[in-house]
């Protein structure tokens, strides 16, 4: 079971982003998954996540601005990004409570994608 997320990039004050995250492998159940950020010599910090009913929740700093979404058919989460503001630079990590034929629950990390927000 893997996490790849994807669809970072460089991106002007005031644009947007979406950022994608799909789960490969075995998988054969999804529960709650999440996105993390991390900037250069910061710890990494919870962004948003969407409960397995769907129900989204965002740190202060993102509400308003970015949108959690998932799509259980196609076992990925989404996260649009508007308004981009320079504090926003850091690396995206998803998470995600992914239920394996042979392990059971566990919980996956994607590989991480940039975002840099930049004019």
């Known amino acids: 079971v893997q996490l790849q997320a994807s669809g970072g990039g460089l991106v002007q004050p005031g644009g947007s982003l979406r950022l994608s995250c799909a789960a490969s492998g075995s998988t054969i159940g999804i529960n709650r998954m999440a996105w993390f950020r991390q900037a250069p010599g910061e710890p990494r910090k919870w962004v948003a996540t969407?409960?397995?009913?769907?129900?989204?929740s965002y740190v202060d700093s993102v509400k308003g601005r970015f949108t959690v979404s998932r799509d259980d058919a196609k076992k990925t989460t989404v996260l649009q990004m508007n308004s981009l503001k320079p504090e926003d630079t850091a690396v995206y990590y998803c998470?995600?409570?992914?239920?394996?034929?042979?392990?059971?629950?566990?919980?996956?990390w994607g590989q991480g994608t940039l975002v840099t927000v930049s004019s």
């Open positions: 969407i409960t397995a009913r769907g129900s989204p």
């Open positions: 998470n995600a409570d992914l239920r394996d034929a042979a392990t059971g629950w566990n919980t996956y």
